[in-house]
C-alpha cells in the first residue's frame, strides 16, 4: 500500500507535466520606411541689411540725501526693589522622595 501511493503520484505528476505545452508567439512584421536620396541644395539667400546704433542718451542726476532723523528720548529709571528680609539660622530641612 505504501509503494502502490508513491507510484500513483509520481504517475500523475508525470502525466500532468506530458500535457502542459509551450506557447509559441510569432512576432508582428513591421514595415520600414525608407526614404529616398537627397535633393539638390537650394540657393543662397541675400545679405541682410547693416543695423543702426541706437541714440546714445543722458543719465539721469542722483538725487538729495534725506535728513538724519532726531534722537530719542532717555527713558526714566526705575525704582529700587524692597529689601528682603535677613535669613535665619539653626533651622535644618531635610527632602524625603515618596517611594
Do not use: H, N, W
Request: proline share 6%; net charge positive.
Amino acid at each position: 500500500m505504501k509503494y502502490s501511493m508513491l507510484i500513483a503520484g509520481t504517475i500523475a505528476a508525470l502525466g500532468m507535466a506530458a500535457c502542459e505545452r509551450p506557447t509559441v508567439v510569432t512576432p508582428a512584421t513591421t514595415v520600414v520606411a525608407v526614404p529616398g536620396p537627397a535633393g539638390a541644395t537650394g540657393a543662397t539667400g541675400a545679405t541682410g541689411a547693416p543695423a543702426e546704433k541706437g541714440a546714445t542718451g543722458a543719465t539721469g542726476s542722483t538725487g538729495a540725501a534725506g535728513s538724519t532723523g532726531a534722537t530719542g528720548y532717555t527713558g526714566a529709571t526705575g525704582s529700587t526693589g524692597a529689601d528682603g528680609q535677613r535669613g535665619k539660622t539653626g533651622d535644618t530641612i531635610v527632602v524625603v522622595p515618596a517611594r
